[in-house]
């Protein structure tokens, strides 16, 4: 078993083993539908990294659009299930530096890394010119914030840009996943280092949140991250 330094990877696989998994979307995230032309610059052929991507349909649909995507999980059962869902064939090849492995689609525009999120570093894959962040710092163990942050900022290019979905919500009654980051914890990962522009803030609290969290809001966060 691989380890990982993000959550417990026998917890994830299991909550994919069972299907206890409610933040999968089958539609592409509207967020990153509306803000794609800012986040890509209105650019062609950008190369996009998907930190926990899971099997997010977002991935299919930014290769559709022309780009190429690089996705990391390390749960093996998503990886796996996203290409037999798309019905994409693809190859699976060992990657030593990463201490796991990859699956690329037969054009290679697609690759999924099997792996520890930490383990990807620029020196397998290079920067990007897009990272799009929807359900991994929330992910994210609170004491490998920091780590995370530096890491996701290694991967961007001086020029690049990064989208960060993120939830808040009162952490007294209800302790995640997913986790709640604060606007305070977004400056403090990111501000030094970069502009932090805030694009949308909307409470998606739902009636089963609210009985089985005991929690009154639940506020969906949209920032955009480009270096100072």
Same mark, same amino acid.
């Given at each position: 078993m691989m380890e990982s330094n993000v959550t417990q990877q026998d917890h994830w696989d299991n909550m994919w083993k069972v299907g206890d998994t409610g933040w999968h979307n089958d539609k592409t995230h509207p967020m990153l539908a509306k803000y794609l032309d800012k986040l890509t610059a209105g650019k062609e052929k950008q190369k996009i990294l998907l930190p926990l991507c899971g099997k997010t349909v977002d991935l299919k649909w930014l290769s559709d659009l022309g780009h190429t995507v690089v996705g990391v999980e390390f749960a093996k059962q998503p990886v796996e299930e996203f290409f037999q869902e798309?019905? $994409?064939?693809?190859?699976?090849?060992?990657?030593?530096?990463?201490?796991?492995?990859?699956?690329?689609?037969?054009?290679?525009? $697609?690759?999924?890394?099997?792996?520890?999120?930490?383990?990807?570093n620029s020196s397998t894959e290079g920067q990007f010119d897009v990272i799009w962040d929807r359900a991994s710092l929330v992910a994210i163990n609170i004491q490998d914030r920091t780590r995370y942050a530096d890491h996701m900022m290694s991967l961007m290019k001086q020029d690049g840009r990064y989208l960060l979905d993120t939830y808040e919500y009162d952490s007294s009654k209800y302790g995640g996943p997913p986790q709640s980051v604060s606007d305070d914890v977004i400056h403090t990962l990111y501000g030094e280092k970069c502009q932090i522009e805030r694009l949308e803030k909307f409470d998606s609290i739902t009636e089963w949140m609210k009985i089985n969290w005991n929690i009154e809001h639940f506020y969906e966060k949209v920032d955009f991250i480009t270096f100072k």
């Open positions: 798309q019905d $994409i064939q693809y190859t699976v090849e060992d990657v030593e530096a990463v201490k796991g492995k990859v699956y690329k689609s037969k054009d290679e525009k $697609i690759r999924l890394y099997l792996c520890d999120l930490f383990e990807l």
